[in-house]
């Protein structure tokens, strides 16, 4: 199964933009990106999801790089309430199912 | 949104005991509900997917005999931890999916589980 690999921390300035990195090198032609954030002790919250092209909604856009080796997750104007980790995942499709593979996460502090 | 919830919220018991954690698709009926572990400071890691009325796909690696899944309705499956010991104290969060929306699994808030 395709792994994802995501740097261990980052921080940025309330009102800023925060970009999450995320690498996928071994991920498969049919299996999308997805990111999930989790506050803590809670259960993990769906922030967006790709497969090739670029996606935007109200909480982000994602970004795939061309080769699909590699994405970004932007939240435009972060704010305090953002500050979580941040899952990249690989879904792996099977029989009429699927299952979210997740990664180490990113901690995003936002600094006031 | 569509809402899942998990009972109880956090439980200890004694080692040597079983443990039945509920998670209930309160708005939705759920095509898929999945069962997550996640030990402190560490990621999730898929447990069991399970569909109404079928037997659940295990992880490889999940003792099929120690955590019981049981999906009775499409809105309700159960976790039991059966014969707990202290290493399986842990974070156990359930989702779902709905027909509607089968790309975005909905997380529960999670059952805290102390195994003394």
């Known amino acids: 199964d395709a792994k994802t690999t995501q740097p261990t921390s980052m921080d940025c300035a309330e009102g800023r933009a925060a970009n999450l990195p995320c690498n996928h090198s071994t991920i498969s032609g049919n299996e999308y990106v997805y990111w999930y954030r989790q506050i803590h002790s809670q259960g993990p919250q769906y922030i967006i999801h790709g497969l090739k092209n670029n996606e935007t909604n109200e909480m982000a856009s994602l970004i795939i790089t061309e080769d699909r080796k590699s994405s970004t997750l932007i939240l435009p104007h972060a704010t305090l309430r953002d500050t979580a980790v941040y899952y990249c995942i690989v879904r792996v499709d099977r029989d009429s199912s699927y299952k979210l593979i997740f990664g180490s996460g990113t901690r995003l502090l936002v600094r006031p | 949104g569509a809402v899942v919830s998990q009972h109880p919220s956090w439980v200890i018991c004694k080692s040597g005991t079983s443990v039945k954690i509920e998670c209930r698709s309160l708005?939705?009926?759920?095509?898929?509900m999945f069962w997550y572990r996640q030990f402190p400071k560490q990621s999730l890691m898929l447990m069991a997917t399970?569909?109404?009325?079928?037997?659940?796909?295990?992880e490889q690696g999940v003792e099929k005999d120690k955590f019981l899944i049981n999906h009775a309705s499409l809105t309700l499956s159960t976790l039991t931890v059966t014969s707990a010991h202290p290493e399986d104290s842990s974070f156990y969060i359930c989702?779902?999916?709905?027909?509607?929306?089968?790309?975005?699994?909905?997380f529960g808030p999670g059952t805290r589980l102390t195994v003394t």
């Open positions: 399970s569909n109404e009325g079928s037997k659940a796909t295990y």
């Open positions: 708005d939705f009926q759920a095509t898929t």
């Open positions: 989702s779902a999916t709905r027909r509607d929306r089968g790309y975005e699994q909905y």
